[in-house]
């Protein structure tokens, strides 16, 4: 067993509430919680950067600039700019009975001398878990000794549209709520400090809060001792909450016989796993894909969502396509493949170039083929309200899409999708692991992301931007390429 350090952060605090055993694993066995991911850490740098930006709107105030782990000395620089009289402060830290937090804003009012806690967050509306979280907050401050009037949560604001981010964030009083609240956090409190003394890890099973609202660090450690099997019925298609409710009875494996009240496409997953044998529609594929036209057009977009907008006309986290790439079949799967890609490298709007680009790559006919095409349609719709100029051509494009994603959930199962239908599972089960997107620099959506924003870094030096250039090319690139191969496929069924 570790020590119990003397201060524990409302962070820390918080997975307490998740999940007893989450706390007590935290500080007694932190070797058993898996690394921060690069999406994790992605995520910390957006709060980070929206925290940062929000303050620009309570200007006047001094930031306590510690590190995340001083403690003392961030506790000491607020009580003493405090005393001093200051009237807004940054990160201002407070401490309680072995709790620790640190408020984004706090403002005084000089009329009623108390003060106004405004806790930024990076989401466009308040979530269940800002309410715990601003609850413990308060809690702490309070018992510290902070006379407070009004608590506020402020998020990021879907109304606003760049360039004028004169109300990029919105602010919701939660302090009647939080007032609701704050009987409950001294039990719950002392609950998670006894809990940290007991010699054995809580006897916890595992529950939706293993992945909600956020995943937890030991999942992968929980679940092995659970000895949960690959497939299971966590596997099984729109399942959703009804899982929980069948490991609740004891109903873990797929060929469990209490299985029952089952869709279509859970009884085939089923099926399968018990048969060992793949399945596949082959009249139901030909029906669809003989409505298709040549040209084949295989089209992919990777994106951008920042939550604090930068293009014209965009809101916090909306999606705009800065790479495509399309693989084009002229008249038969035998014909000669050509390719057609864009990628966007400097920090302006991508889509003045991307969208004259993707007319031509995309020609007035033939289909257009996209995995999961809602994405790539909704992009189109996007870009066609921003382009009055070529707003007409790019409707034009909608109504060719067609989409593979919904035709193999329909037709196809393979074991090895373990019950997901993504391009990273179906195109391997089906092609082989040639296909597979391991080993990859960029090998998905999110590392697409992070390499667009590295290469439009000005602080990214030029043989970095290279290397990145060349991996989301080869990324994207083999979206499209994988996609050729598995229309192919379904041609050859
Ligand atoms: S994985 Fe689930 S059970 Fe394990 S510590 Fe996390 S929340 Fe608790």
Known sequence: MNRIPKLLSKTKLLR???????????????ELEAPITPELQALFDQGNEVGAKAREYYPGGIL????????????AKTRGLIAEGAHTIYEAAFSYAGCYARADIIKLNPETNRWRIF?????????????????????????SGMQMEQINVVHLNPECRYPDLSN?????????????????????????????????????????YCHEPTECGFVEHCWKEKNIPTPSIFNLPRIQDRKWELYQDGIITLDDVRLTDLNELQMRVIQCFKTGERHIHAEAIKNEISTWQYPFIFLDFETINPAIPRYKGCRPFEQVPFQFSTHILSQSLDSEIVHKEFLHVTDDDPRDTLIPALLDACGDHGSIIAYHAVFEKGRIQALADYSSEHREALLKLLDRFVDPLPLIRETVYDNAFAGSFSLKYVAPALLGDAHSYNGMLVANGGDAQRAFEEIISQKTSPGRKELLITALIEYCKKDTLVMVELVKWLFDQ
């Open 168 to 208: 990029l964030f919105k602010e919701v009083d939660v302090t009647e709520e939080i007032r609701n609240r704050y009987l409950s956090v001294q039990p719950k409190v002392s609950e998670i400090f006894a809990t940290l003394k007991q010699t054995e890890v809580p006897n916890i099973d595992i529950g939706p």
């Open 119 to 143: 806790e930024v967050k990076s989401t466009t509306k308040v979530k269940p878990e800002h309410y715990d979280d601003l609850g413990l907050q308060a809690w702490i401050m309070a018992k």
């Open 16 to 30: 307490g509430y998740r999940c007893l055993k989450c706390i007590y694993l935290t500080i007694h066995h932190p």
């Open 64 to 75: 306590i600039d510690n590190k995340p782990w001083d403690f003392g000395g961030a506790l």
